[in-house]
C-alpha cells in the first residue's frame, strides 16, 4: 500500500477540525481534512437553534450557519477533504490508515490535530432496570430524527438528564405539540446551561425534577411507562418515592464521552476526569507532534470555545510542521479545591495561555485563586459558578514563570 506524505492532518471535520484546518493552512502548511460523515459541520448540521457564534461573531447564529462559515472557509483556502472516509489506525509517527468505500489509505503526516469530538452515553452504560422495547432514544439521535429527518419520535416523553442537547429537545417536542412530561436530573442541580433551563423548560412549564432518576421502564412493543425515584443526598434511591409515569418515549441527555480510540492507539495520555488528552497550552499531547481540540479533548458548553481552541492548536501545528519539537512541559498545572478539572495540564511558561476549569458543583460569590509554591499569582471573583458553564481566564508568562506548579482552586 502506497504511503501519501502531507505536512498536516486533521480527523475530523465538525467545528473544530475546520477552524485548526484553516489556521493550518493560513501558516502556510498542506493541510487534509479527514471526515467520517458525508458532508462538513458535525453535530452543529443537526442544531437548528439559534445562539451559536455570540462570542465569535457577535450575531447569533443556527449551527447549520456556524458551520456555513467555516465550510466556506475551507473551501476558499482549496483545503483537500476526504469525506465519508474514517481513519481505522494511527501510530505515534503519526502514520495514518484510512478507509474509504472499502479501499485502504494511508498517510505519513509531519503533525496530527486530533479533533473527533464526542459520543453520547446510552441505556447500557446506565444500566436502567426493565425492559427492553421500542421509544428509547439519546438526545442527540432524537435531534438528528426531529431535525435533519423530520421524524417525531413519540406523543408523551420522558428525558433523563438535563444536558444542554436534551433541553433543547424539550422545547422542540414541545413547540411540535407533544407533551414533555418531565426532565429527570439524578443531580440535586441542572447539569445543562442556565440560559436553557429558562428558555427551553421554565419558558414551557416543563416540570425539572432534580436529585431524581429513571429506575423502571416498562413496556413490549414500546415503551408504556417509567418509574422515576428520588435519590437522597448520598445518591441512593429512596424506594418509598418511586411513582409509575406513563409515556411512550424515554429520551436520555446524561452526558458525552470523548472519542479518544485513535489517540490511545497512538499513545496519548489521557486525563481519567475529562477522558481526553493531556496538554500544554498550544494543546500539545505527550506524543510530539500530534495536538487534540474541541470535545475530544474536554466536552465544551459553547461552540465559540471549540473554535478558538481549535485556532490555537492549528497555529501550532503548523508552527510543529516547520520546526519539529517535544512539548515543554515545565510547570504542572493542578486542580485544587472546589475544581473537577483544569485544562491546559502543562505549561511552558513561555506563551500566554488559555486556562478553562469546571467546577465541582455551584455556588455564589467565589473566587478562583490561582498560586504557585511564592503565593497567589491571580484572583478572579465570581458571583455565580455550576459546572455546567465553563470559565476561561488567560495566564500570561511573567505570571507563571520560575515555578514548578500552579494550583487552581475555588475560594
Do not use: W
Not at 467555516?70 to 481505522?88: A, K, N, S
Not at 427492553?132 to 438528564?161: F, K, S
Request: hydrophobic share 40%; with cysteine; proline share 4%.
Amino acid at each position: 500500500m502506497k504511503t501519501h506524505s502531507i505536512d498536516a492532518v486533521v480527523i475530523g471535520g465538525g467545528p473544530a477540525g475546520l477552524a485548526a484546518a484553516v489556521e493550518i493552512r493560513k501558516s502556510g502548511v498542506d493541510v487534509i481534512v479527514i471526515e467520517r460523515e458525508k458532508r462538513l459541520g458535525g453535530i452543529l448540521n443537526q442544531c437548528i437553534h439559534d445562539g451559536f457564534g455570540l462570542i465569535k461573531f457577535g450575531k447569533t447564529l443556527t449551527g447549520p450557519e456556524y458551520a456555513r462559515v467555516y465550510t466556506d472557509r475551507v473551501t476558499g483556502l482549496e483545503i483537500p477533504v476526504l469525506l465519508d472516509t474514517q481513519v481505522v489506525g494511527l501510530t505515534s509517527e503519526k502514520l495514518l490508515t484510512a478507509t474509504c468505500a472499502g479501499r485502504m489509505q494511508r498517510y505519513s503526516a509531519g503533525a496530527v490535530v486530533l479533533a473527533m469530538g464526542c459520543r453520547e452515553r446510552t441505556r447500557g452504560a446506565l444500566g436502567i432496570p426493565g425492559s427492553r422495547p421500542a421509544g428509547i432514544y439519546t438526545a442527540g439521535v432524537a435531534q438528528y430524527l426531529a431535525n435533519v429527518q423530520n421524524i417525531m419520535i413519540g406523543e408523551r416523553i420522558v428525558i433523563l438528564g438535563s444536558g444542554d442537547i436534551g433541553l433543547i429537545m424539550a422545547r422542540r417536542f414541545t413547540l411540535e405539540g407533544r407533551k414533555v412530561v418531565a426532565v429527570v436530573e439524578k443531580l440535586p442541580y441542572p447539569s445543562g446551561l442556565t440560559r436553557n433551563i429558562r428558555q427551553c423548560l421554565e419558558d414551557y412549564d416543563i416540570p425539572l425534577l432534580l436529585a431524581h432518576t429513571v429506575t423502571n421502564v416498562r413496556g413490549n412493543d414500546r415503551v408504556e411507562s417509567v418509574t422515576i425515584s428520588k435519590l437522597n443526598k448520598h445518591g441512593q434511591v429512596v424506594r418509598s418515592s418511586a411513582r409509575r409515569v406513563a409515556c411512550d418515549t424515554l429520551v436520555l441527555s446524561v452526558g458525552l464521552i470523548p472519542e479518544n480510540e485513535l489517540s490511545l492507539a497512538a499513545g496519548v495520555e489521557l486525563d481519567p476526569i475529562t477522558q481526553g488528552a493531556y496538554v500544554d497550552e498550544q494543546c500539545h499531547t505527550n506524543v510530539p507532534g500530534i495536538f487534540a481540540c474541541g470535545n475530544v479533548l474536554h466536552v465544551h458548553d459553547l461552540v465559540d470555545n471549540v473554535s478558538e481552541e481549535a485556532e490555537i492548536a492549528g497555529k501550532a501545528a503548523a508552527r510543529y510542521v516547520k520546526q519539529p519539537q517535544a512539548r515543554s512541559e515545565r510547570i504542572r498545572v493542578l486542580a485544587g479545591h472546589g475544581v473537577r478539572y483544569v485544562l491546559p495540564s502543562r505549561l511552558s511558561g513561555e506563551a500566554r495561555a488559555t486556562v478553562s476549569l469546571r467546577v465541582a458543583e455551584p455556588g455564589r460569590d467565589k473566587t478562583v485563586v490561582v498560586s504557585n509554591e511564592s503565593g497567589v499569582v491571580k484572583r478572579i471573583r465570581h458571583r455565580r459558578v455550576q459546572p455546567a458553564e465553563m470559565i476561561r481566564f488567560e495566564l500570561l508568562p511573567d505570571e507563571v514563570r520560575n515555578t514548578q506548579n500552579i494550583k487552581v482552586e475555588l475560594v
